[in-house]
């Protein structure tokens, strides 16, 4: 980009993208007008999470990494707790940009890797433990194990503020297999509950974003430290 069209909005106001950000999000020719509406899915993502869209370029592409993060997240989460259900796994796409665009790859055209690098990378562990949304019972804890071989360990959850233990247990998971482990009652607070879990010496992390819209930024930004 020319370093007059860094910051993305003409008018930040109504957020009107400049005609260089329409062009990265991807014009298809020239000529076109541009894919506002691929630009717009950033404001509506941050929006449906926190409390306003930063008209700051720097804190604007944060929130719109973080929600990015947490969707995929969710979105492989879902699946694999789904296992032999409905379903057992979910292919996804994106992984690298091949040329500099606005997009949702997770490694940009660069190699820098977004946030949810990271968080996609804990979450398609072979064995991972997963708290799934609040059901008639609470959230429940699940653990998954993808390889061929029975796998014993232990887990703990706690609160990312308090540090309190939610939760802790040995586990053993037959090969290829599910295991539903427990619930945590269900809360009207936004909460990061943080897992952790052992196997064979190895030491996996994970978290929980208890969220209930609509949330400080700056309130998840002081957990992003210790997330990333």
Excluded at 26 to 45: E, Q
Excluded at 46 to 66: C, G, H, T, W, Y
Excluded at 72 to 87: I, L
Excluded at 114 to 141: E, F, L, S, W
């Amino acid at each position: 980009m020319d370093e007059e069209f860094v910051y993305p909005w003409q008018n930040s106001n109504n957020f009107e993208w400049n005609d260089q950000w329409k062009t990265k999000a991807v014009r298809a020719h020239p000529s076109s007008p541009g894919n506002d509406h691929r630009n717009d899915y950033l404001l509506t993502g941050i929006k449906s999470i926190f409390n306003e869209v930063p008209r700051d370029l720097d804190k604007f592409i944060i929130a719109s990494q973080i929600v990015q993060a947490e969707a995929m997240k969710y979105f492989v989460e879902f699946w694999r707790m789904k296992k032999f259900d409905e379903g057992s796994g979910i292919l996804w796409w994106r992984l690298r940009d091949g040329w500099p665009v606005i997009s949702n790859g997770i490694v940009d055209y660069y190699y820098d890797k977004k946030i949810a690098y990271q968080y996609i990378k804990r979450v398609q562990t072979d064995v991972c433990v997963m708290i799934g949304d609040a059901k008639g019972n609470g959230h429940p804890v699940v653990i998954v194990n993808d390889t061929r071989d029975q796998v014993e360990g232990n887990f703990s959850i706690k609160d990312a503020d308090t540090k309190k233990v939610l939760l802790s247990k040995m586990f053993s998971i037959s090969a290829n297999g599910k295991s539903l482990e427990d619930y945590l009652p269900e809360t009207d607070e936004t909460k990061l509950w943080l897992i952790e879990w052992e196997v064979d010496g190895v030491q996996y992390k994970n978290h929980y974003f208890v969220f209930k819209p609509h949330v400080e930024l700056d309130e998840y930004l002081k957990w992003l430290s210790t997330l990333k």
